[in-house]
């Protein structure tokens, strides 16, 4: 077997099963585990699945087990979110106050928004690099830095986020459900957008389809907390909701 058709079948393994075991790999290709290892190191620097713990998993499936990086994220979903984002680009004013939270998705929003008269503060120093450099006023909230996502969040964070009253919103999510609302997978991050959200006259979040019917680690908010902003195969139960815009993509 070529080097690149195994590689192919093994992504094919790990995004049918959504995760998989370096055993379960080897014995479906009929491989050592530790050619499986290798192949799995060369897929995750290439961005195709995701390695954890004693095997790899597709980037669907590890986005609800932790924060994937900007460079893991590129590419899922970019006409979904692209159609999302210029929605919510529209539902910005000249007189609003924006929070913007951290995450690839908002991240497209950044790009589509008007830079004159808004004011926007936000968790992420990309996002507010992004904006400054457009000329946009914009309020950075302090706290630590998480590397993967490159949000601010801990006591720091809350504590600014306190001092602040937003006009509109716009938050990203690991997975959403009716039940479970709008979850990521740590803590840390999760209070610093519970507590924003809190703060927000006009909330949206931004998921496509994909994230629908899955749920995370963590809650930030129920379902009903906010606007959802989606696109995609979304399922009836959600698109009969009234918290619910399904756009095209």
């Known amino acids: ?16 099963r959504g995760t998989a075991s370096l055993a379960e790999i080897a014995s479906e290709l009929g491989v050592s585990e530790s050619t499986v290892r290798r192949d799995l190191d060369r897929l995750d620097e290439a961005h195709r699945l995701v390695k954890i713990r004693g095997g790899a998993a597709a980037r669907e499936a590890a986005h609800l087990l932790r924060d994937l990086t900007l460079g893991e994220r590129r590419g899922l979903h970019a006409a979904e979110k692209r159609a999302i984002c210029e929605r919510a680009a529209t539902l910005v004013g000249a007189d609003d106050f924006v929070y913007l939270d951290a995450g690839s998705t908002t991240a497209e929003l950044v790009g589509l928004l008007a830079t004159s008269g808004a004011t926007f503060a936000t968790d992420s120093v990309l996002h507010a690099t992004r904006l400054a450099e457009r000329g946009c006023r914009v309020v950075v909230l302090g706290g630590e830095l998480k590397g993967a996502t490159g949000a601010a ?80 195969d979304v ?13 095209g993509a």
């Open 153 to 232: 969040v801990g006591p720091d964070a809350l504590d600014a986020l306190g001092r602040y009253h937003f006009t509109v919103g716009f938050w990203g999510a690991n997975g959403v459900s009716l039940e479970a609302g709008y979850t990521v997978p740590e803590a840390d991050e999760a209070a610093v957008k519970h507590l924003s959200l809190s703060r927000t006259e006009r909330r949206y979040v931004l998921a496509d389809a994909s994230k629908l019917g899955r749920t995370s680690r963590v809650s930030y908010a129920s379902f009903s907390d906010a606007m959802l902003l989606t696109c995609g």
């Open 235 to 247: 399922p009836e139960k959600y698109r009969s909701r009234e918290n619910v815009v399904v756009v």
């Open 1 to 16: 077997m070529l080097a690149e058709e195994r590689l192919a079948r093994v992504v094919g393994i790990v995004e049918r």
